[in-house]
């Protein structure tokens, strides 16, 4: 009886399970994914490694700063044309006025090179349209302004001079193109969007061309109707510019799939190189989603500017240490933190950015270590931090945000995992006390720090699991 209980439990088991499968059959997706993820080539490697960035919002907006005819418009600063209604000649013209007299490539360099910055992120033409690099495809663009030079080509040598990997921000919507549409409603829609698309191709293949040293792309404006319903468009272009240059790293911002699904596919497959959905905001969680992706977090100073805005006092503004610890948490769940900058008209930055890019620095400079390289550690996060591991090491770092009033840091490791020494990174030669409170549990006791500033403890690990190793390791 209870065999024929056991083989009907069986066979109801299999065909609830058979059913489940065929309702989440697959579609069929032409122009979905083409690349196995996560990438393991040196490009996406070195991209993993850097985990820190420099986003950069500068153009044409940076020259009202979100004040119109002496009106201030709270919103981001590089919408304000949209925002003030402003007409298409006043905001064009504005390329008139683009003369960034302070504009020094290799002081930005060293200042985001001192910040702990690998890579920088800049808008070569934003929704505004106009381009950073004298292009071949228009004359809205820096040629065309006082300034003349090529902007982008000074900033792109200045900044592979101080080792920093260079990668393109590209807005496909376009306020000025005439050709730009948000939906297609005619045949005259479809013919100017093709135009469009054309201008598109041609501007990101001369950014290649021009600039080969570039890591990236990364797209934006590409929400609209007309876009989403040009999947095979983007698929190609995507080849394209990696056929141009291998190695090249997209953001899952770019496509949309031929049912206009966008950042993953119809199947929920990732597009693009690494997942760029993650906007002023973190992951909530450390699930595999999260962890076993690769992700950017970018992130805004203020609460949602990213142009350079004159007025800073409608909202608040991070502390450096809430964006350090935005950062610490985005390598601790496995995905990088693009900090955004937006430098004025003139070509320098304004204080408030100085000021916390070198504090930002001085801390990285020191605690870099629990940063470059590092990845997810495995474990459950606890409220005192936020764990990082260096890539296949036998060391944890756990990067301490909140100190216990106990002065005691509760780790719990794996199966397997023993520590072996523990040290704070600032003094590598003084072991610190660790008590095991139950199986794989253990007390970091240190004393009470003066609390004024988030500091790393590393954990040196033994995989072994020896009984003598173990006692010896907590004496
Ligand atoms: C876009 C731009 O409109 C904005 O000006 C800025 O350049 C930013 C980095 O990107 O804004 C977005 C894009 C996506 C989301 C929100 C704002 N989003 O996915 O939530």
């Known amino acids: 009886m209870k065999k024929y209980l056991l083989l009907s439990l069986i066979v109801i088991i299999t065909t609830t399970n058979q059913t489940l499968a065929q309702n989440k059959k697959e579609i069929d997706v032409k122009y979905g994914q083409f690349t196995q993820l996560p990438r393991q ?36 600063a590089e919408w304000l044309k949209s925002f003030a209604k402003i007409n298409q000649q006043s905001w064009d013209s504005l390329q ?146 990696k056929a141009l240059s291998p190695g090249l790293i997209v953001n899952s911002r770019m496509r949309a799939d031929e049912y206009g699904s966008r950042h993953f596919d119809s199947n929920g497959v990732l597009m693009g190189d690494y997942e760029s959905g993650y906007e002023r905001r973190l992951p909530a969680s450390w699930d595999i989603k999260v ?73 990285i400079k020191a605690n870099g270590a629990a940063i470059y390289g590092c990845e997810y550690a495995g474990l459950e996060k606890q409220s005192w931090g936020y764990y990082t591991k260096p890539k296949g090491s036998n060391i944890i770092n756990m990067v301490i945000f909140n100190e216990p009033i106990s002065g005691e840091y509760r780790v719990k490791l794996k199966k397997g995992q023993l520590i072996k020494n523990a040290y704070s990174l600032s003094k590598k030669n003084k072991s610190i006390k660790v008590v095991e409170v139950a199986k794989q549990e253990y007390l970091i006791k240190i004393k009470k720090t003066k609390g004024d500033e988030p500091f790393v403890i590393v954990l040196e690990l033994e995989k072994k699991d020896s009984k003598k190793l173990h006692q010896k390791a907590l004496t």
């Not at 292009?135 to 040598?157: C, M, N, Q, R, W």
């Not at 590409?222 to 095979?232: A, C, L, R």
């Not at 990213?306 to 350090?324: A, C, F, N, P, V």
């Not at 390598?331 to 930055?349: A, C, R, V």
């Open 41 to 76: 080539d040196n490009d996406m490697k070195k991209w993993r490694e850097n985990r820190f960035g420099q986003f950069i919002h500068w153009g044409l907006y940076a020259i009202p700063g979100g004040v119109w005819e002496g009106k201030t418009y709270p919103g981001a």
């Open 96 to 241: 008139y006025q683009f003369n960034p007299k302070k504009f020094n490539p290799t002081e930005w360099a060293k200042m985001a090179k001192n910040m702990g910055v690998k890579y920088v992120t800049i808008t070569t033409k934003h929704h505004e349209g106009f381009c950073l690099w004298p292009s071949k495809f228009t004359d809205f663009d820096i040629e065309a302004t006082p300034y003349k030079k090529d902007l982008l080509g000074e900033f792109v040598e200045a900044y592979n001079k101080e080792g920093i990997d260079v990668n393109f921000y590209y807005s496909v919507l376009d306020w000025h193109h005439p050709d730009w549409r948000y939906k297609i409603d005619s045949e005259e829609d479809k013919i100017a969007f093709q135009r469009l698309l054309k201008y598109t191709e041609n501007q990101l293949l001369e950014l290649i061309e021009r600039y080969p040293s570039v890591k990236g792309f990364w797209f934006d404006g590409t929400w609209d109707q007309s876009w989403k319903d040009n999947g095979e468009f983007s698929y190609n272009l995507e080849k394209k510019m």
């Open 291 to 363: 962890t076993e992706n690769d992700w950017e977090c970018c992130m805004t100073i203020p609460y949602n500017q990213w142009g350079y805005h004159k007025d800073w006092s409608i909202s608040h503004i991070k502390s450096t240490y809430e964006l350090l610890e935005m950062l610490v948490q985005c390598t601790s769940q496995n995905g990088n933190f693009l900090l955004n900058f937006g430098p004025k008209g003139d070509g320098s930055f304004r204080k408030e950015e100085a000021k916390i890019s070198k504090e930002i620095g001085s801390w």
